[in-house]
Structures are given as structure tokens and as C-alpha cells.
């Protein structure tokens, strides 16, 4: 999914392909504030691979803030194309399941990291501002654990975007965004391989995102 999002990217803002000049290009940051959320089950396996016990936590959830950048590609005044890009990672909280290591005793704990966060979306805007937007997102999930072994990553994960939001011009080809967003993306799935192994799911993955966003227009 990386892969199709990158070369339709680079169609879309390929200058040789539209002759696209300066004036249908803009650029901007992006200041979000999430609050994301999930179901998740862990199952715990003895070394005969026998299921032994089955732990659910419904409706888990975080907040995270992190800045993202994107650029657009303007078709006309009311339909863009844009690109997002999140360069740094949104991290969960830790998971700590107490004295569920191999002892009895031991805590085991986990984590995740979701990595670049890339949104390929449509733009469309009416006259007096009011915008949505629809995009298809992709981001790579890190998984991290101590005492249970090594999680393997469940790679990439895609899903949707939905937004609405209103746009200001602040003067000088500058604009001023403010929109909300909703977020689903598809269910993931890991374990610690080792023979008495723990498998985590996660289900569910669903988020809402405020956004304050500078738009600047050439």
C-alpha cells in the first residue's frame, strides 16, 4: 500500500506530468491533537501451544500530539490533492500485565509506535471556506516488549480519513486551517515467538484529531 501511495504521490506532483507552476503548489504545517483508541485481546499459549488464558481490554485509549507537514496540488479552486507526512512517531502508552511473566512474579510490558504516518487525500472546498476532505493513510507499527520476548512488528497498516474543517485567508498567500478528523484503520496482530507465546490483537483502531493547520500558496 507504501509503495502505490509514494508513486501516486509522485504523479500527482510530478511538474513534467501537469506542468504544474508555483501558483497551483502549496505547503503547511500542522499542529494535532488525537485522541485514538482500540479493542484488544491477548492470548497466552503453554509451551505445548495449549491457549491458557484469554485477557480483553475493550475501549483502551490515548491521547498524542504531534506535528505533521503536507503538500497540495490545486486541480481548481475548489478541488486539491494533497499529501501528509508525520515524521516523528506516535507512541502508546506502556501496557503493563503485572506477574504474568514465566515466574509468576515478573511483569511483563508492552508498547507501540506508530511510524510515518502518510495521508494521500482529496480536498474539496467550498466558497465560503467549508472543506472536506477524504484520504487513504498508511503508517508502519513498532512493537516493544520487556520480558515476554520479541513482539514481532505487524509491518504496515492502512486505513481512511475523514475531515471537516474551514479555512481562513490570513493575507499574503497565507490561509489558516481548523478541522476535525476521524480515523480507521485495519486490525493488527503479534506475538513474542517464543514456544510459550503470548499473541496480541488489536481491533477496533479508530481515532478522532483536531487540527490547526498554516497554509502558505505560491
Do not use: C, W
Request: a negative charge.
Amino acid at each position: 500500500m507504501k509503495k502505490i501511495l509514494a508513486t501516486l504521490a509522485a504523479v500527482v506532483f510530478s511538474t513534467s506530468t501537469y506542468a504544474a507552476d508555483l501558483s497551483q503548489v502549496s505547503i503547511g504545517i500542522s499542529g494535532n491533537y488525537g485522541l485514538y483508541g482500540a479493542d484488544g485481546k491477548e492470548e497466552n499459549y503453554t509451551h505445548t501451544g495449549t491457549l491458557e488464558r484469554t485477557t480483553k481490554k475493550d475501549g483502551a485509549a490515548f491521547l498524542a500530539t504531534y506535528a505533521s507537514i503536507f503538500a497540495e496540488y490545486s486541480v481548481n479552486d475548489q478541488v486539491s490533492i494533497g499529501l501528509s507526512f508525520t515524521p516523528d512517531a506516535i507512541e502508546t502508552p506502556q501496557n503493563v500485565n503485572s506477574g504474568e511473566g514465566g515466574d509468576d512474579t515478573t511483569d511483563i510490558k508492552v508498547k507501540a509506535e506508530f511510524e510515518e504516518l502518510t495521508t494521500l487525500y482529496v480536498l474539496a472546498k467550498s466558497d465560503i471556506g467549508v472543506y472536506g476532505k477524504f484520504g487513504v493513510s498508511t503508517m508502519n507499527i513498532d512493537v516493544t516488549s520487556e520480558n515476554a520476548g520479541t513482539y514481532s512488528d505487524p509491518g504496515s497498516n492502512t486505513g481512511i480519513e475523514l475531515a471537516l474543517g474551514y479555512e481562513h485567508e490570513a493575507g499574503d498567500s497565507v490561509s489558516v486551517r481548523a478541522e476535525l478528523a476521524y480515523h480507521d484503520f485495519d486490525d493488527v496482530s503479534a506475538n513474542n515467538g517464543i514456544t510459550d507465546k503470548n499473541e496480541i490483537t488489536i481491533t477496533n483502531m479508530r481515532g478522532a484529531t483536531g487540527r490547526i493547520s498554516l497554509v502558505k500558496s505560491f
